[in-house]
């Protein structure tokens, strides 16, 4: 059995007349993690175990962070999760909630990460946040769930960070026959490492990130996600920190939902969709969630911006 849920796959009037288009809401914010990571790390971390690994250690302080801690308890395995001064009490709570070890070291994600992988000993499994095939193809269930409700979508909109999403949702297209179903792929302007990458045309890193929507924060996107952005349709698209905090605060309005920035810059696209969205009709929009900003805390952004 999976440790992810079926989410709904619903219709949305609010965002429909917003928009112009018919926009579809696949609400991977209701996942027990709170966030569509659960899907593919769920499926990993079963993996590693069938594998005989009898801990999880990750250094995310976001929602990949939660969702190893989260799928540690339920596979009754040991999680360790090393995290970077920076990290919120919030984060940390949410992560000892599921009874996962929290070690807060360095100063910067790359120094957490670095004993994060000192630590790994035999019987332990590194979880990636977005770089492991394992992921992408747990993600893609979430196209799969779509498939079987019968849906078609002509678009689909989904954000970026490491482009593990993208590669789930890439990879579930294509194995449901939806190889030429373009992707419009949403970051922030300052964390647009897939946007750089692709005009481009190569895997680059970004020299600084700065954005509100801290789990699109990352330098480089994944090759995976590169290589799919050039194998078939993806579009890139960027938003301000300001759109995707407005968009927050608007879907939860509409939907009753509180979503992070991150996935904000998605719905960002669907209220204001550009005239390349525009061309197409069913537009399905991957609300990915995440649970690491409280409402007080995107006000307090929304304020400063
Ligand atoms: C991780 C995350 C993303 C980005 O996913 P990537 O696989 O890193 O591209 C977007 N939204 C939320 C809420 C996330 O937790």
Redo the contacts with the bound molecule.
């Keep these: 059995m999976s440790l992810h849920i079926e989410t709904p796959l619903l219709a949305s009037r609010p965002l429909s007349l917003a928009s112009g288009l018919d926009i579809w809401l696949k609400l991977d914010a209701l996942q027990p993690s709170g ?3 659960l899907r593919g790390i769920g499926a990993a971390c079963q993996a590693y175990a069938q594998q005989g690994k009898r801990r999880f250690i990750s250094s995310s302080g ?3 962070g939660i969702a190893v801690a989260y799928a540690g308890r339920c596979l009754g395995l040991a999680v360790t999760v090393v995290v970077p001064e920076t990290t919120t009490e919030r984060a940390k709570q949410l992560i000892r909630q599921e009874h996962a070890e929290v070690i807060v070291h360095g100063k910067a994600w790359h120094e957490a990460n670095a004993l994060a992988l000192s630590m790994l000993g035999e019987d332990d499994a590194y979880i990636h ?2 770089d492991d095939p394992l992921l992408w193809q747990g993600h893609a269930s979430m196209i799969d769930e779509v498939a079987a409700k019968g849906f078609s979508p002509d678009a689909v909109v989904v ?9 789930g949702v890439c990879e579930g297209l294509a194995r449901n026959g939806w190889g030429q179903v373009p992707v419009f792929a949403v970051e922030t302007a300052g964390a647009a490492s897939l946007a750089a990458a692709m005009a481009q045309r190569q895997l680059i890193a970004l020299e600084t990130v700065n954005t509100v929507a801290t ?2 924060a ?1 330098k480089q ?1 994944c090759q995976r ?1 590169f290589q799919w952005s050039q194998a078939r349709p993806v579009y890139s698209h960027v938003v301000s920190d300001q759109a995707a905090l407005d968009a927050c605060e608007q879907f939860l309005l509409d939907q009753r939902i509180l ?2 920035p ?2 904000g810059a998605a719905l960002a696209l669907a209220y204001a969709p550009t005239a390349a969205l525009k061309q197409y009709q069913k537009v399905l929009v991957i609300v ?3 649970v690491t900003a409280t409402l007080d805390q995107i006000r307090q952004w929304r304020a400063a911006c």
Excluded: I, R, T
């Excluded at 954000?159 to 590669?167: F, K, M, N, Y």
């Design positions: 966030s569509f990571k976001g929602n990949a946040p977005f954000a970026v960070g490491g482009g593990g999403l993208l590669s789990s699109l990352a996107v996600a979503v992070e991150a996935c990915c969630g995440g």
